[in-house]
């Protein structure tokens, strides 16, 4: 470490609670140091008692359970997979893994994630076409809630599979209810910045007892219940450690408490950042939704302030504070150029005028005030010549 790593404010890191070494320590104990034991029961356990999903499987990443969530929706060689085009390249990947096509989808400016009405665009075009996609990415971004009821009326309606990207949202509602319960098939992350984590870990949540049963079987390498090693199928290997599974155990006991404060944190930068020309805190709830939020997140209007999210940022990195650019659309990634791309000008619009504030469940309001007072030396208005 590094003597200027000691004041350095982190985006999002690690959080640890009181009891994730004991369950470490009883596993080391029991000698379950391995992708199986009580604690990976016990954290997929935890993971229903809070979401009400029927059944989960703790696996190695959320990119891994995005990936077998897509395979138990038939997703395959030649599908295509409407996903929206603002979010991580993780959300996507695993189309690619399956050798199927995203079929991308702009934003809406409310809470930024999948527009409806481009989705129906986006829908009614590939079956004019004669492609009909064969499933939904839903993701919920920076932990905001999507328009859940209009896009689930679009999905039924089309009879069109959703898989709920909830990596970023664990804790998040919508009505009440959990996101990542939405869809056929729920995916959460728990990597190093994720609001809970295990340092690396994902799982998939469903209602259905035979998917999650196939979900296990893939994940471990897709072997036969036979005495000897017979596959009829591709398998992975996806399981979690129970090691890790023990971290998560101890970091789920804290999810509503991280979810306040990380609320808190949104509502503080809110009030103390409204004088500040040209920004606002913009992502707003929607109707019946209510964020974990994750990250803050901030537009700069061009229109009045001179500063630029890339100035902004090298400032705060000049007074030792982490920041993020916005995930940058992925119809701008090479990666996926020929990628087709309903709408996108409203991502565009937002990746350019947009930062990720540091977020972090373990800052102090000293810290907060060494971020507002950096943010405030920084942007400046418009010259009004
Ligand atoms: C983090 C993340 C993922 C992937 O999760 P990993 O556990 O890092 O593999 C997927 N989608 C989104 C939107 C994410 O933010």
């Not at 409310?110 to 829908?123: G, M, S, V």
């Not at 309606?157 to 998040?172: Q, R, T, V």
């Not at 609001?195 to 035979?210: D, F, P, Y």
């Not at 990666?335 to 619009?349: D, I, K, N, R, V």
Request: charged content about 20%; glycine content about 8%; aromatic content about 8%.
């Amino acid at each position: 470490m590094r003597s200027q790593d000691y004041d350095r404010i982190f985006l999002s890191p690690p959080h640890l609670g009181r009891h994730e070494l004991n369950y470490l320590h009883k596993a080391i104990e029991d000698n379950w140091v391995a992708p199986a034991g009580p604690n990976l029961d016990g954290f997929e356990r935890d993971i229903c008692d809070f979401t009400g999903a029927g059944h989960c499987v703790a696996l190695t990443s959320g990119t891994a359970a995005i990936h077998l969530g897509l395979r138990l929706l038939g997703v395959g060689p030649g599908d295509e997979v409407l996903c929206p085009s603002f979010t991580f390249v993780a959300t996507a990947n695993p189309i690619l893994y399956l050798g199927g096509t995203p079929v991308f989808v702009d934003s809406e400016a409310d809470t930024w994630n999948i527009c409806p009405q481009r989705l129906r665009e986006a829908i009614e075009d590939r079956i004019r076409k004669g492609r009909k996609p064969k499933a939904l990415l839903l993701v919920h971004l920076y932990g905001m809630p999507a328009k859940v009821r209009e896009v689930l009326e679009i999905a039924t309606e089309f009879d069109i599979p959703i898989l709920e990207d909830a990596a970023e949202a664990l804790g998040a509602r919508y009505d009440g209810r959990p996101l990542g319960t939405f869809g056929a098939v729920g995916v959460f992350s728990f990597n190093g910045n994720k609001i809970l984590t295990t340092s690396g870990g994902g799982a998939l949540v469903t209602n259905s007892q035979e998917w999650a049963q196939k979900t296990r079987y893939w994940a471990t390498q897709a072997k036969d219940p036979a005495p000897y090693y017979q596959h009829s199928d591709v398998g992975y290997n996806y399981r979690l450690s129970n090691l890790l599974a023990g971290i998560g155990r101890g970091q789920m006991e804290l999810l509503e408490d991280r979810v306040k404060k990380r609320r808190e944190t949104y509502l503080w930068y809110k009030i103390n950042l409204q004088s500040v020309p040209g920004l606002t805190l913009s992502q707003t709830e929607p109707a019946g939704g209510r964020s974990n939020r994750w990250l803050t997140t901030l537009l700069l209007d061009p229109a009045q302030t001179a500063t630029t999210p890339e100035q902004l940022r090298l400032h705060l990195e000049s007074h030792n504070i982490e920041s993020r650019p916005l995930w940058k659309p992925l119809h701008l990634q090479p990666l996926f150029a020929t990628a087709p791309m309903y709408g996108g000008s409203a991502c565009e619009e937002l990746f350019a005028q947009g930062l990720c504030l540091p977020s972090g469940t373990a800052m102090t309001e000293a810290d907060l005030q060494r971020i507002a007072e950096a943010i405030k030396a920084a942007v400046k208005p418009t010259a009004t010549t």
